[in-house]
């Protein structure tokens, strides 16, 4: 016997819970949350207020959390070729050198300056192929028309 029949997606079986339902161990704890977390905060803040450091940081870090990124402020010149490049990588590691950037940032900026040479790499490398294009198309024209005139009939010409 086959293990599927014709039109049976799931083999015979139960597709299984559908999608977004909870089992029922979940939907019980989470109906138990909500019932105690108004509870649970009251004693979370009492216990901050009376100075349980651990209680106020899970507060703190819900209230503030911490920013996933930050600007960062770093003068680089304008980026026209690999000369200008070479400056705003150098810059980098001198600001780092120096404690005036953190390695991550530094790690950020330059991942961001090695982007924008792929870009700009990609851009030059497709301007220079449009343009050994154009010139094959026209070397090409040349070579057909040079062709044609040699292999057209000779002008005769009568006295």
Known sequence: MPPFKPGNQFGGKSPGRPRGTRDRVCA????RAEDDALRVLQSLLTAAINGDVPAAKVIADRVWPVPKGVFIKIELPF???AKDVEKASARI????ANGRLRSDEAEAI????RRHVEIKSGLATGELLEALEARLAEVERDMAAKERAETAAPE???P
């Not at 019980?28 to 109906?31: A, M, N, Q």
């Open 28 to 31: 019980r704890l989470d109906k």
């Open 79 to 81: 980026l026209a070729n």
């Open 93 to 96: 590691i001198d600001e780092l």
């Open 110 to 113: 330059h991942a961001a300056l």
């Open 156 to 158: 005769i010409s009568w």
